[in-house]
């Protein structure tokens, strides 16, 4: 429900409104439909604790989502996780031979590692399970494409046993709205991190750092905390330290974090694992220059033009130094580094995203047609191959009964009457083909 996936959705569902006329199915309080402008919003009642969201897929919510999609009748179907909605929706598709996205906003072979074992150890462990990967793998083998948001991604869903079409296709961001102008304190230098307050964003390592930076220094954590434990270590560090400069400032809604990254001077990253950070590129798009851990985005995006990224093993004495010789750079100095971090994101604006997952999705159709062409042909040919063999095997019967016609009547008037029985049969073999099928249709729906 929440974090970067559901920023995301949020964002790429009104991108592509622009243009186009969207069905979003997502979890909420109760089960209701609403259509605002190009948007059609089917929320399906869900429960849970925190940011999980467990939809209640009764009959009746089956019912609401199956019919909706009829109603709507999409060409694509994208889906933004491998939940139980997204499952249901994927089988509906399959039924109706539509082409079926998914983005992988994790990577596969590390599921678990992304959040979940902190929500629950035990949901942890049934993700990482042999039952649930297979599961996961049949729902990857079930999509027409898999879009991977950058090369680490794209090889991970290799690796993890994935074989078919996969794009690679950057997430977005409205770059206009982080375009604020620059408003540094003098006097305190805000280093700013956003984000989930979690063991694998290793916040602990940014609060040991800010140890070796003067008072002047301030570190704000800007982000919920999914286990409460965590967060109460990250208090204590802070108070053992005696760090009054280091502030949590808990859950900021989306809108206020371009004025929070207006007023920083650095980002800051320690983060473990992350396959595309929505909050680096926010600060990249913002003009504040990153300094960061390696990992699978500070390596996609960050370089000495535009921050630092240094090694996972690096001492957060040598981490802080990096800090300080960026901050003390002139004003002409930062003011390079920082046109350097928007450069360094400028073709993910949305309108570019919007444009390539297009792209992909004319081909999806396309190649989604190719097939059902190519089905159809099969069965024909299936069909016709049964009609051949029984021919030959009546061969000798149908020689003597040709003998006799031929005697009786001619040979041209008896190619003509073969010709209409031939027409004949085969309309009546295709409007009963054509009846079933669309009584089995009715029937399925």
């Not at 073709?347 to 995203?353: A, F, I, Q, R, T």
């Amino acid at each position: 429900m929440g974090g970067g996936v559901g920023r995301l959705t949020e964002d790429i569902v009104n991108a592509f409104s622009r243009k186009h006329a969207i069905l979003y199915i997502r979890p909420g309080n109760n089960s209701r439909l609403i259509k605002e402008g190009s948007i059609t919003f089917l929320e399906i009642k869900a429960g849970g604790k925190n940011e999980i969201a467990i939809p209640n897929l009764g009959t009746k919510n089956n019912k609401l989502i199956f019919n909706s999609l009829k109603d709507f009748s999409p060409d694509i179907i994208h889906s933004q996780d491998p939940g139980p909605i997204s499952l249901l929706v994927q089988m509906w598709a399959k039924d109706k031979n539509l082409p079926y996205f998914y983005t992988s906003h994790v990577l596969p072979t590390k599921t678990a590692e992304f959040n979940l074992v902190e929500f629950s150890k035990k949901l942890g462990k049934l993700v990482d399970s042999k039952l649930l990967r297979k599961y996961f793998l049949n729902f990857f083998n079930r999509c027409s494409a898999v879009i991977a948001l950058n090369k680490r991604a794209l090889k991970d869903i290799r690796h993890f046993g994935y074989k078919g079409k996969i794009y690679l296709i950057p997430n977005g961001r409205d770059l206009s709205f982080y375009q604020k102008k620059k408003v540094i304190d003098p006097e305190m230098i805000n280093l700013i991190f956003v984000g989930y307050l979690t063991r694998r964003k290793n916040q602990n390592y940014l609060i040991e750092t800010i140890r070796h930076l003067s008072s002047n220094y301030q570190l704000n954590l800007a982000g919920p905390y999914i286990d409460e434990k965590y967060y109460c270590e990250l208090v204590n560090l802070a108070k053992k330290y005696n760090l009054s400069n280091v502030r949590f400032l808990g859950r900021v809604d989306h809108t206020q974090v371009p004025k929070l990254l207006s007023e920083s001077k650095i980002f800051v990253s320690a983060s473990k694992m992350e396959v595309q950070s929505l909050a680096v590129m926010e600060a990249l798009a913002s003009g504040t220059p990153v300094v960061g851990l390696s990992n699978e985005t500070i390596d996609e995006f960050v370089d000495r033009s535009c921050g630092y990224n240094f090694p996972p093993n690096t001492s957060c004495k040598v981490f802080a130094e990096k800090i300080k010789e960026i901050c003390n750079l002139s004003e002409d100095e930062y003011l390079v580094l920082s046109n350097n971090s928007r450069q360094k994101v400028e073709k993910l604006d949305w309108v570019n995203v919007v444009e390539m997952t297009m792209e992909a999705y004319k081909e999806g159709i396309q190649n989604n047609n190719i097939i059902l062409e190519k089905q159809l042909n099969e069965n024909n040919s299936h069909w016709l191959s049964k009609f051949e063999n029984i021919f030959k095997k009546n061969d000798r019967r149908r020689e003597k009964e040709r003998n006799i016609l031929f005697k009786k009547f001619g040979k041209e008037d008896v190619t003509i009457y073969m010709l209409v029985l031939v027409t004949f049969l085969g309309n009546y073999f295709y409007s009963f083909y054509n009846g079933a099928s669309n009584l089995l249709e009715k029937f399925k729906d």
